[in-house]
């Protein structure tokens, strides 16, 4: 029995390892990765750029004027040059560098979104093409196998046993049977070309039996939208401090210099300036308000996003359970179905039963296996996705 624990373990994480293997070939492939590490080096080229304009944001006016004086001979030129510089001393702007760096936090939350999502996708996609193949497999199983009564069948017509509708309608059957096949391996082509589109270089990996490990708590420790609302609702503070601070004055020096050229004046005019700006207007305060107001309510959302992350666990867990559970009574009745299966066929043979009979015991019987394997891949999806969630792993 420990030896048995020990290998399904093993074959859990296989599974697990090849699955975010593969994950991880699609996020480097759609360039997850790369996108934010070029949003991350421009947001703070941004930061140093605010930090050094703080006390270095210079300015320079050059003018230059040509004036014609009556009581001279010739006119006179008049020459301009100033330098200015505004400083924050006070830390007016301050604010904008920690609302970049909340922007960073945000976008790698919205990035751990995009790899959950992407993540999710590729599994259910997964699933769902090998849950086609082996439906595939199961109807040709069956196409064989009839394929070999329509030709004792058609033995049975020549020796008068049997009339020829019978043998017409089990013909019918088996070509419905053979379309059924043809458009499911349609559909498994289709879906492998289209994760081709994600990973191009990789075969698709199977989604093998993996034990549930992700607990409830491990879920809800890995949050990316509420991740998101929490870092917007501190954006929108930071921003109404930020314009709070607007009536704090900020710092001009200047030096100025001209040069002229009129005879009468007592020469070139050196000037060294100091002063305060002071800004009076109070819309900022009034958009501070509704800023405030809005980061209250994207706070108060918080609840609502953790509950809709909790219904998601119980969702998906209660899928993982209800399919565990069917997949066992269904299990325990396909024995039955197998022998209903056979004995009805030796018996259509003999002519005991009639053909609806006997086709009505196929389609039950086909109809349970249908749902095995159907609830395999729903357990089995549901589980990977609990696990991987649980661990973090696909947020790295």
Avoid: C, W
Avoid at 94 to 111: F, N, P, R, W
């Amino acid at each position: 029995m420990l030896k048995q624990i020990v290998i399904v373990s093993l074959l859990s994480l296989v599974a697990h390892a090849n699955m975010l293997s593969y994950f991880q070939e699609a996020n480097k492939h759609l360039q997850y990765d790369k996108t934010y590490s070029l949003y991350k080096q421009s947001n703070q080229l941004s930061q140093n750029g605010i930090e050094s304009s703080r006390y270095t944001n210079f300015s320079a006016d050059v003018g230059y004027a040509r004036t014609q004086a009556k009581l001279l001979d010739h006119g006179f030129n008049t020459t301009d040059f100033s330098l200015s510089d505004t400083l924050d001393v006070f830390g007016k702007n301050s604010y904008k560098i920690e609302m970049l760096q909340l922007d960073v936090q945000s976008k790698k939350a919205s990035l751990s979104l995009q790899k959950e999502q992407l993540f999710v996708s590729l599994v259910t996609m997964i699933a769902m093409y090998h849950r086609t193949v082996e439906q595939q497999g199961l109807y040709q199983t069956l196409f064989n196998k009839q394929n070999k009564i329509y030709t004792k069948l058609q033995t049975l017509e020549k020796n008068g046993d049997i009339s020829n509708l019978d043998v017409l309608r089990f013909s019918n059957t088996l070509s419905r049977l053979q379309a059924q096949i043809v458009s499911m391996e349609n559909q498994a082509i289709k879906m492998k070309k289209q994760l081709k589109l994600y990973v191009p270089n990789q075969p698709i990996p199977s989604l093998h039996h993996v034990m549930l490990q992700g607990s409830k708590k491990a879920f809800l420790a890995h949050d990316p939208r509420n991740d998101i609302n929490r870092y917007d609702a501190h954006k929108k503070s930071v921003q109404a401090k930020g314009m709070e601070k607007s009536y704090i004055p900020t710092v001009t020096t200047g030096v100025a210099y001209q040069q002229l050229d009129d005879p009468t004046s007592y020469g070139d005019n050196y000037s060294f300036n100091i002063g305060l700006h002071i800004p009076l207007n109070r819309g900022d305060f009034k958009e501070a308000e509704a800023l405030k107001v809005a980061a209250l309510s994207s706070q108060s959302r918080s609840i609502e996003m953790k509950l809709q992350r909790e219904n998601e666990y119980i969702s998906r867990h209660q899928a993982y359970v209800n399919a565990k559970k069917e997949l066992a009574v269904l299990q325990h009745s396909l024995v039955a179905y197998q022998k209903s299966e056979k004995s009805t066929k030796e018996a259509y043979l003999k002519q005991y039963v009639d053909f609806n009979t006997y086709l009505q015991v196929l389609r039950e019987s086909l109809t349970t296996k249908e749902q095995m394997i159907a609830l395999r891949y729903q357990r089995d999806l549901e589980a990977t996705i609990i696990n991987a969630i649980g661990s973090g792993k696909i947020y790295e």
